[in-house]
């Protein structure tokens, strides 16, 4: 009998699986600038759509990062096997069907202590940004933000109205997010955040610290204070 045909592979799948194996091997290390479009396009013969489509998916799978104007890298390794998306607040409750609105309670320069500077990778008594915001779902406080941005990554964030845009929003529109780090605990409010989110001293918070960067830099320090009865995170794993 005739031997059975093989399935034709699509172009960018070609690329694609040409790039995952790479990747795989350790061809590219976490960090490295990996062949540009045009270079895929030369040593494959398709088009630059197709091209493109291949690092999307690569992209959407956490393998790799695509910064505009600068080129395809490599994603850290811990990527590969737990991601954490950076989702803004705002664009969940909405998403929920519910209305979010917040109140800003501090929005000012200051002199950042030692402690802070080496978060943010400043010095001693440089300026950074700082802003406490209360974000709220139908009228109901959820979070309390307490962030300190960087001026070197963000020189007009103080010259945002964060009643019509959030920091996070603000954030990823003029900063190229290249990594975080993050903890997340159970713990008390300080008495300021418990007023803040209108609830019992008492109650349990879900407390979430946030460290973003660029590809060079510290971005941003947030402390995000969830009350445990109003805010739960979910998520999904498949082996």
């Known amino acids: 009998m005739p031997a059975a045909a093989t399935p034709r592979v699509s172009p960018y799948a070609r690329v694609k699986q040409y790039l995952k194996s790479r990747l795989t091997a350790g061809d590219w290390t976490p960090g490295a600038l990996m062949p540009s479009e045009a270079e895929l396009v030369a040593q494959f013969g398709v088009s ?44 969940e409750i909405i998403e929920r069907g519910h209305r979010h609105d917040s109140q800003v309670l501090v929005q000012r320069a200051e002199r950042c202590g030692d ?62 997010l290249w990594r975080a780090q ?25 407390v979430m610290v946030r460290r973003t960067f660029t590809r060079k830099r510290p971005i941003t320090l947030a402390r995000l204070v969830h009350p445990g009865s109003r805010y739960g995170l979910e998520g999904q794993f498949a082996p």
């Open 48 to 91: 630059r759509m197709t091209v493109n489509r291949a690092l999307r998916e690569l992209q959407a799978e956490g393998l790799v990062d695509r910064i505009k104007g600068a080129g395809t890298f490599a994603a850290p390794l811990h990527r590969v096997s737990s991601t954490l998306t950076l989702r803004d607040l705002h664009d």
């Open 115 to 176: 402690a802070l500077a080496s978060q943010l990778d400043l010095a001693g008594g440089d300026e950074v940004f700082h802003t406490v915001i209360v974000h709220r779902e139908n009228g109901v406080p959820v979070q309390c933000e307490d962030r300190y941005v960087s001026p070197l990554c963000a020189p007009a964030y103080l010259a945002q109205d964060f009643t019509r845009i959030t920091p996070t929003h603000y954030l990823f529109s003029v900063t190229a």
């Open 182 to 206: 993050y903890s997340i605990e159970a713990a008390l409010a300080t008495a300021d955040e418990a007023r803040w989110l209108e609830m019992p001293a008492a109650e349990p918070c879900l």
